[in-house]
């Protein structure tokens, strides 16, 4: 029965902050103060570095597929230069523009 109510008022003392006081841990108060905000800011840095390298990572991806959508749009640009697919588009549309007939003149300055 000692043994069990010897462990219960350590159990006890250690809870209620007399532990502390017995040892004479109080004076390292501060550090122990200090060592809990290093720790924290640490946890803290660590979380804000993973949710960041989290976002570039989203980032990425979202710019490799943007990538490649300029690049197909850039591709499709290319292939409208040809006179013949512009028309055809044109006449998709139902567009009432046509090939000049008028060979193009200079405008002259008063």
């Given at each position: 029965m000692g043994l069990?109510?010897?462990?219960?008022?350590?159990?006890?003392?250690?809870?209620?902050?007399?532990?502390?006081?017995?040892r004479r841990l109080d004076r390292f108060l501060w550090f122990?103060?200090?060592?809990?905000?290093l720790l924290v800011l640490f946890?803290?840095?660590n979380l804000y570095i993973e949710s960041r390298l989290v976002k570039i990572e989203k980032n990425s991806a979202i710019i490799k597929d943007l990538e490649i959508n300029?690049?197909?749009?850039?591709?499709?640009?290319?292939?409208?230069?040809?006179?013949?697919?512009?028309?055809?588009?044109?006449?998709?549309?139902?567009?009432?523009?046509q090939d000049p007939t008028?060979?193009?003149i200079r405008v002259k300055g008063e």
């Open positions: 069990r109510r010897n462990i219960i008022d350590k159990i006890t003392s250690f809870f209620s902050g007399s532990f502390i006081l017995k122990f103060i200090y060592i809990f905000i946890i803290s840095w300029h690049q197909q749009r850039s591709l499709e640009l290319v292939a409208l230069d040809y006179k013949p697919e512009v028309e055809k588009m044109l006449q998709n549309f139902g567009s009432k523009l008028d060979p193009p």
